[in-house]
Structures are given as C-alpha cells and as structure tokens.
C-alpha cells in the first residue's frame, strides 16, 4: 500500500530564512509525487510534481523539491520565506495514471508559521 | 485560468439526515475525484469516477455514500444519512485525463458539519 510520512507537524521559521519540509513515501513501483499548499479556508494548491526525470523539480512561488530514490524522500525547500508562505503543506503520492485513476494517498501535513 | 468549484461551501445538518455536496469539475477533464479531511487529519481519498462509473473507492465509501454525474457539468457526492464522523472538508478533484503528466485540480472543499 502507498504511504506518505510528513515527520514535522509544525515548523516555524523566520521570514527571510530558509526552508525545508520532509517528506518521505513508501510506493511500489514508480511513485508520482506531488506538493500540495492549503491556505487558511482555501483548496489545494499544486505546488510541483514529480514524474520523471531530473530529480530536482521547480514549482511555483519559488519552491523547488528534489526526489530521491534511494532515500525515498521527497523534500520541498525554498530558499527564503515570505511571510505569505504561512499555510499547510501537504506531500502526496500517485500512481500515474493506472486503473485506480491515479489516486492520491496525502501526509498528515506540515504547519509552516513565518515570524516577521 | 478554469477552476473546480463547489458548493456550498459549508453545510450543517442533523444526524441521519441526507445531504448531497455539488461539484462542476473542469469542462473538459474526464475522471472525478472525491477526498475528505476530517480536522486535524490528512486528506483522504473517498472515490474515483471515470466513464460515468466508479473507478476505485477507499473503505470509507461504504453504503451510505454514492456518487453521480448527472449532467454533463455537475459531479454529486451524497451521503444518505450522515453521522457525526461524517463531520468533515469534503474536495472535489478533477484530472484532464490526456497524458501521464496530468495532475488533479482540487476545488475549495465543502465543510460539513453534522449535529
């Protein structure tokens, strides 16, 4: 069975500062792995996603993510915060586009809070 | 840009009463999602719908839940007589379908709340 592991449920950094969100899954054969941000209120947002290729993807609002296999995780990072950043981060796997209809098995999440 | 939308956005109901959460995926996507995150808790996958029908469903889609597409725009979720369990933020997700590549746009969730 698919599996996401988000060890940090709250991280607090300060604005300016670099970040780093873990995450690490458990996935059969070739895992999709996604970011997905959820402000306050508000849906899931698509950060980035992986599926191929070069292990360090970019996505938007400057975050970036590097898979790597051998330790299979999938850590997001950024390099300098901004107080807008303030929200819940969510790691999840796919399966592609395979007879379960790519589903997404979710982390529990992490809890960025940006101090000013 | 297009966007999933759902509605409404927060619904509060008594126990072992039904409800129907509302859904307009994207126009042209073609597989349909269900998830839930209960407070606190991850997000969770309920069921998939593909071709007007299911496509996988979790062990939380049991009986009391259906899905339907009843028109060529609305993508429904009802749940027949809810509990307090039920409480919850309810995402409808919708996935173009074209290539391996696609990801899933999720809408901004329904609350329910069960008294």
């Known amino acids: 069975a698919q599996s996401v592991t988000q060890p940090d449920i709250h991280i607090t950094v300060s604005e300016g500062a670099s970040l780093e969100l873990r995450c690490n899954y458990s996935?059969?054969?070739?895992?999709?792995l996604f970011w997905y941000v959820q402000s306050p209120g508000q849906g899931l947002q698509l950060l980035l996603k992986y599926f191929s290729g070069d292990t360090l993807v970019q996505g938007i609002k400057g975050f970036e993510a590097e898979f790597k296999r051998s330790q299979s995780s999938f850590n997001l990072r950024k390099p300098s915060v901004h107080w807008s950043d303030a929200a819940e981060y969510f790691c999840?796997?796919?399966?592609?586009?395979?007879?379960?209809?790519?589903?997404?098995?979710f982390g529990t999440g992490t809890q960025l809070k940006v101090e000013l | 840009e297009p966007e999933v939308t759902q509605t409404p956005s927060h619904q509060v109901t008594q126990m072992g009463q039904e409800v129907i959460l509302r859904c307009v995926p994207i126009?042209?996507?073609?597989?349909f999602y269900w998830y839930r995150q209960i407070l606190g808790q991850k997000v969770e996958f309920l069921v998939s719908f593909y071709n007007n029908e299911i496509s996988e469903k979790s062990e939380i889609f049991d009986d009391q839940f259906s899905v339907e597409r009843p028109d060529g725009s609305n993508f429904t979720l009802k749940i027949r007589s809810t509990k307090l369990e039920d409480s919850a933020m309810y995402f409808c997700?919708?996935?173009?379908?074209?290539?391996?590549?696609?990801?899933?746009?999720f809408g901004p969730g329904t609350r329910l709340t069960v008294l």
């Open positions: 999840a796997v796919g399966g592609g586009l395979t007879g379960g209809g790519n589903k997404l098995t």
């Open positions: 997700a919708s996935l173009l379908l074209a290539q391996v590549t696609d990801t899933q746009y």
């Open positions: 126009s042209n996507h073609l597989y």
């Open positions: 996935y059969g054969a070739t895992p999709y």
